[in-house]
């Protein structure tokens, strides 16, 4: 599996949520930083080749459908970014996080209890 470039990221970000979909579906999918149609179709053609996409023929159009899921994606990401940028070590991630200027206190309260539950578990 490769890492995701920003934009394939966002297009693949929009397929995730609508669980297949057409291009001119994915573009209106996007808010914000929308991309244009021939932007889009170039990064599921990227998509299509890297193994996280496949098409459906649906007479001249192309239905798009996730092949690799959010969560499969996401633990591959998480787990090279932990061994590429901390030192392999989910220790370090999480004391980055912790220190971080935006974490709430909330947030740390509920790590504490999610920390807990996994020792128990």
Known sequence: MKELTRAEA????ALWKLNGAFVKDLQSQMKGNKLA?????????????????QFEKH????????????????????????????DDSAYNLLEFIVKGKKTDLNELDDMIKLLRWKKKN
């Open 59 to 86: 007479g001249k159009s192309h239905k798009y459908i996730p092949i690799v899921s959010k969560e499969e994606y996401l633990k591959f990401f998480i787990s090279n970014t932990i061994t590429n940028y901390f």
């Open 10 to 13: 966002q297009v693949m970000r």
């Open 37 to 53: 149609y021939n932007t889009i179709s170039t990064q599921i053609r990227t998509l299509v080749v890297k193994g996280y996409v």
